[in-house]
């Protein structure tokens, strides 16, 4: 009677975790490190997202599945981070550009069977945006050729299934079904393409581009937790990389003189097809908790495989035109070349009451993105988190909060990204996105979790 009271909780809980995560309008990401977000719990963000050996919670599904035979019952999680973002430029001769501030909802859940139904065997599933990107500027900035409004939503669906060895090492695999999304939008230079075409000077005439796209790809998982003590764990996961092959449409508006003869039109849409793949991911983690249980510390560091990021290109398989290709196909490639990184996060908690655990962190992403092929939709920098939270327990129902302080220190640009299509460009002075970058975030969030 016990065993079917607990799979009609566990189907119950399932059925309602998914009902929820449909419904969760906006999952984009901050976009550091490269693009990704990795804030997927906030009992681990409020310690440098460190947790790879501390499984608490459910959300060990994400940080370490192979940590889920080691939690107490069946456990649930849910919770959202707000992201306030707010990226800027100063050019060369000292102006200064901010980024529009976006205010965006990076939501997680988890449920894992922990050690409820069977002592050996544990199953987990989770959603996460572990990956993302938004970045807004003006339509008249420096930026407005090269990028305005860019969007990158990765949602990921993932099972996991891990197996207790031995009483104090366990491990894990799993698969993960990626949902993505891309949006890409900025302004067209029309005076610059009518004069490539015909040698012809006209009037200033500013068009528009906008790109859509997305695809579905699938990502496995390994991991390992050991805990020779009460006193010493150790974990590690691993993540496969991941294949998205875009279709969308690209649509430009605005073209006048020879472009709209040469389109068909003010307004050109046609069929594309995009790539991009995900890096592969390895990470370890140590923790310690003395006698008392009082506190924990823990350091975990990661590695990416962002040089899995070589271009960006886009096909288009409805045109035939060589005379619209060669205008769709300026900076077509694009090569981006990234680099692979390394990461690291510490992080403390503290037990200041039986109910209540205060937490604090630091973390540090190093970026994939080289100078040479750096660009504002994702003006990205090493990024500093300074983290705190705490969270509150009674009984079998815990609440988590933390906040985050992300400190991008400015980065210099000097590179030819966007030159071609320069206001400018055809009386000989060329401008660029030249100058200095940086960001100050911030990230907060709460989540409640259940033990059944």
Do not use: C
């Amino acid at each position: 009677m016990k065993k079917t009271g607990l799979k009609f909780t566990a189907l119950f809980v399932v059925l309602f975790f998914f009902v929820q995560m449909v419904i969760v309008p906006e999952v984009l990401a901050l976009g550091s490190g490269g693009f990704s977000n990795q804030v997927v719990g906030l009992r681990a963000l409020g310690k440098g997202n460190s947790a790879v050996a501390s499984p608490e919670d459910a959300s060990t599904v994400y940080m370490n599945p192979a940590g889920m035979p080691f939690l107490k019952g069946m456990q649930s999680e849910k919770g959202i981070t707000f992201e306030v973002l707010q990226f800027e430029h100063k050019n060369p001769a000292g102006n200064e550009t901010r980024g529009e501030k976006s205010l965006i909802k990076v939501p997680h859940g988890f449920f894992t069977t922990g050690n409820a139904i069977n002592d050996r065997f544990s199953l987990g599933l989770g959603m996460s945006a572990p990956y993302g990107l938004q970045t807004e500027w003006d339509d008249q900035s420096f930026a407005r050729f090269v990028a305005t409004e860019s969007e990158l939503v990765i949602i990921d669906y993932n099972a996991s299934l891990a197996y207790k060895v031995t009483d104090n090492f366990a491990i894990a695999g799993g698969m993960s079904f990626y949902d993505s999304s891309v949006a890409l939008n900025k302004k067209v230079n029309v005076t610059a393409v009518n004069f490539s075409l015909n040698s012809s000077v006209t009037p200033n005439v500013i068009g528009s581009q906008q790109l859509k796209g997305d695809d579905t790809a699938l990502g496995y998982n390994l991991a390992l937790f050991y805990q020779p003590n009460e006193n010493h764990r150790m974990g590690a996961t691993f993540r496969s990389k991941a294949e998205f092959r875009y279709k969308g449409r690209i649509s430009l508006a605005g073209l006048t003189g020879i472009s709209s003869t040469t389109f068909g039109g003010s307004h050109y849409e046609t069929r594309l097809e995009s790539k991009l793949t995900l890096p592969e991911s390895f990470e370890v983690g140590y923790a310690y908790t003395p006698d008392s249980k009082k506190w924990t510390w823990e350091v975990d560091g990661a590695w990416t495989g962002w040089d899995s990021v070589e271009r960006a290109r886009y096909d288009w398989p409805e045109e035939s035109s060589a005379a619209r290709l060669a205008i769709l196909n300026v900076d077509n490639p694009f090569p981006r070349d990234w680099r692979s990184t390394y990461s690291v996060g510490t992080g403390y908690e503290y037990r200041a009451k039986d109910w209540l655990k205060l937490r604090t962190g630091y973390l540090f992403y190093q970026t994939p993105v080289p100078g040479d092929h750096f660009e504002p939709s994702l003006p990205d920098t090493n990024r500093h988190f300074f983290t705190g939270g705490f969270g509150i327990e009674k009984g079998n129902f815990r609440a988590d909060a933390a906040y985050a302080l992300v400190i991008a220190p400015k980065r210099s640009i000097d590179n030819t990204v966007g030159n071609s299509s320069d206001t400018n460009a055809i009386d000989g002075t060329v401008s660029s996105i030249d100058g200095d970058f940086g960001s100050l975030n911030h990230l907060f969030g709460v989540n409640i979790s259940w033990a059944f």
